[in-house]
């Protein structure tokens, strides 16, 4: 394909991914393969979004991964008409302790929240609530902009966010965040396999 047929593909993936994507994902996801290529495609984007001032941006976050979303003078203006996540009691639990303490660990969460943790995290990552980065030998979770914007935040600070689910985290799951502290710190979740993973927390 063209340039323009290019530009085209990567903006579409930017927009239907509704999360945060790296260029390497972007490469593999496309078969697009230079990498240098691929970020000039998404700095075109960017430029011609910023030159027509729309209330979409496209900008560089978590050091190198790349998001469409609405600007923040917007979104509190278009909040109410953004579609509310389908979330089960579990997985909202699992969004709340990762909301409240992230940055953290894959496998402090699943030692919390016990094995179909996992599925949660999954699912979570897929909607754009939350990002997944590799860390030693599992994964680093926090929240997103799209969870910050769906949830009324005016951006995805950690320190704001951590602070509103303090009470709620505190009040309702106290007893994971006393096993959390009283744990032995242990982060290598995956040496053991996630089928080592035997917890039912509901």
Same mark, same amino acid.
């Given at each position: 394909m063209g340039l323009l047929e290019d530009k085209a593909l990567v903006e579409a993936a930017l927009f239907v991914s509704g999360r945060p994507l790296s260029v390497r994902e972007l490469s593999k996801a496309l078969g697009i393969k230079s990498l240098d290529y691929l970020e000039k495609l998404i700095e075109l984007i960017a430029a011609e979004y910023a030159e027509r001032k729309s209330a979409i +941006?496209? %900008? #560089? %976050?978590?050091?190198? #991964?790349? %998001?469409?979303? %609405? #600007?923040? +003078?917007?979104s509190q203006r278009v909040i109410h008409l953004m579609p509310r996540p389908d979330l089960r009691t579990g997985e909202l639990k699992t969004l709340a302790l990762i909301a409240y303490l992230q940055p953290i660990e894959q496998s402090k969460i699943i030692k919390l929240r016990g094995s179909q943790a996992y599925e949660h995290i999954r699912k979570l990552t897929e909607m754009g609530l939350i990002y997944a980065e590799p860390y030693e030998r599992t994964k680093l979770l926090g929240t997103t902009q799209k969870f910050a914007e769906l949830y009324g935040f005016p951006d995805n600070d950690p320190a704001i966010i951590k602070e509103a689910f303090k009470k709620v985290v505190h009040a309702e799951y106290s007893d994971l965040i006393a096993k959390l502290e009283g744990g032995s710190g242990d982060n290598s979740e995956e040496s053991n396999g996630e089928s080592s993973e035997t917890g039912k927390t509901s």
């Open positions: +941006e496209v %900008v #560089k %976050v978590l050091g190198d #991964k790349y %998001v469409m979303q %609405v #600007k923040q +003078e917007y």
